[in-house]
């Protein structure tokens, strides 16, 4: 039975991922939008912030990722919108194969094409000035943490895929937790930020994300943000499959 699970999620990977690559456009799309605040903060607004360090696309790098992450599962959620309307699941579930396979195939396609968004940004920040002296350990640390938050929201997705009645519907989600990077440590140092503003920012779940992964690519010590940035990702992913696979059963029966 988990044999045919995996093989049966494998086609189904396969299937989205041939989807995306016949729309590279979407990947475009969602790469744009973070590397234009990425430019915009460096060359507009980056001599008059203050965020104590030299090099300011080092300090923002990880909240530009993050941004690249929550605009791309919104495109993660309208597929699955669309496979929902199109009848194409009821295709499947009268397929012998499991019928969780669906899911994941789609969830498995958005590690795939947010991976390679966060490519293309890291290759656009060592051009403007992106430098780390992070080892192996680090960059793989980044690595899973970063694959963890793409799991974690392409799971709110999949929610807002199965229940939303239209298009707009299915994306519009995400317009929030891209803006939560802005309220965050991502692209000012939180102490500068008046009391009400800074007590959201140090205590809601990109904050502590960001400074995980800025503390790994600059070869800091990274305390007990890790762990505090660990317990949001998996406290949000557990959350978010209870309730996807909830509306999934309820959707298909």
Known sequence: ?????????GVMLERSVRHVTRSVDTIITVTIMPLAFMLLFVYVFGGAIQAD???Y????????????????????AYRLFNDLQSGI??????????????????????????????????????LIGFRSSAGVLAWLAVAAILALFTLALT???????????SPDGATAFSYPIIFLPFVSSAF?????MPG???????????????????????????????WTALAWCVGILMVAYAFAMM???????
């Open 196 to 226: 009400p503003v800074r007590a959201f920012a140090e205590n809601q779940p990109v904050t502590s994300i960001v400074n995980t992964i800025r503390a790994l690519l600059e070869q800091q010590p990274v305390g007990g943000q890790i």
């Open 155 to 165: 799971w709110v997705a999949m929610i807002a895929g199965l229940l939303a009645s």
């Open 57 to 76: 696309v080092n300090y923002l790098m990880p909240g530009i990722l993050l941004i690249a992450i929550a605009s791309g599962i919104a495109y993660t």
């Open 188 to 192: 000012v140092p939180t102490d500068t």
């Open 89 to 126: 699941f009821e295709r499947f579930h009268s397929m012998p194969i499991a019928r969780s396979s669906v899911l994941w195939g789609h969830v498995l396609t958005s590690l795939v094409s947010n991976a390679i968004s966060v490519v293309i940004i890291f290759l656009v920040g060592l």
């Open 247 to 253: 509306a999934y059963r309820r959707k298909i029966a």
């Open 53 to 55: 360090t030299d090099n």
């Open 1 to 9: 039975m988990t044999t045919q699970v995996f093989s049966d999620t």
